[in-house]
Nanobody, 125 residues
Framework: VQLVESGGGLVQAGGSLRLSCAAS????????IGWFRQAPGKEREGVSC????????YYADSVKGRFTISSDNAKNTVYLQMNSLKPEDTAVYYC???????????????????WGQGTQVTVSS
């Protein structure tokens, strides 16, 4: 299993970025891809996830209405569109694969078994 994130960068507050997570090596038909973030000195936080089986999506309260997760199954890629970015969104963003789509909806990092290397998102005020 390999997950590769891209799309991070520096953006001003109020701006937008789209992160991508390219997945390969999956052998399970039913999985979830989640996005997490970790800011310096803070614990890793679940942001959003999407289920491959029915496309169900879940969001942390802190990003609802601003972030949108989507997937392109033909490309094995999951996207995180981030709009109205705030300085507090600054973090390293990781994507991860979870094999229990019900549990994955809780956005708890221990429930995800494979992780990408992360991409830095910096929002300036």
């Amino acid at each position: 299993v390999q997950l590769v994130e891209s799309g991070g960068g520096l953006v001003q507050a109020g701006g937008s970025l789209r992160l991508s997570c390219a997945a390969s090596g999956f052998t399970f038909d039913d999985y979830a891809i989640g996005w997490f973030r970790q800011a310096p000195g803070k614990e890793r936080e679940g942001v959003s996830c999407i289920s491959s089986s029915d496309g169900s999506t879940y969001y942390a309260d802190s990003v609802k209405g601003r972030f949108t997760i989507s997937s392109d199954n033909a490309k094995n890629t999951v996207y995180l569109q981030m709009n109205s970015l705030k300085p507090e969104d600054t973090a390293v963003y990781y994507c991860a694969a979870g094999w229990d789509t019900v549990v994955a909806a809780l956005l708890r990092s221990p429930d995800f078994g494979s992780w990408g290397q992360g991409t830095q998102v910096t929002v300036s005020s």
